[in-house]
């Protein structure tokens, strides 16, 4: 065991790093729900500013992109808070 660590020290020490990545964009994940939750408003006018970013700087899908910005005005616009 210990000569095929040895041997593949590299694949061994990339593993490490997903699981690490894992953990970490997990709990990321688990943060922005969280505030999603928390400032519904916010949250869709910043996805909207993503979405248009992404218009500008890749312009082929921008008939989906604004279906989706329509969606989530439509969304904002019946939000309460």
Avoid: C, E
């Avoid at 408003?41 to 970013?53: F, Q």
């Avoid at 279906?67 to 939000?79: E, M, N």
């Amino acid at each position: 065991m210990l000569q095929f660590i040895k041997v593949n020290k590299k694949y061994l020490i990339w593993v490490i790093l997903f699981g690490l990545a894992g953990v970490v964009i997990s709990s990321i994940f688990d943060y922005l729900v969280k505030f999603m939750n928390a400032y519904p408003r916010l949250s869709h006018i910043i996805v909207i500013g993503m979405i248009l970013a992404t218009m500008i700087y890749n312009p082929h899908l921008i008939l989906l992109d604004l279906l989706i910005i329509l969606v989530i005005a439509y969304d904002l616009a019946k939000t309460k808070k």
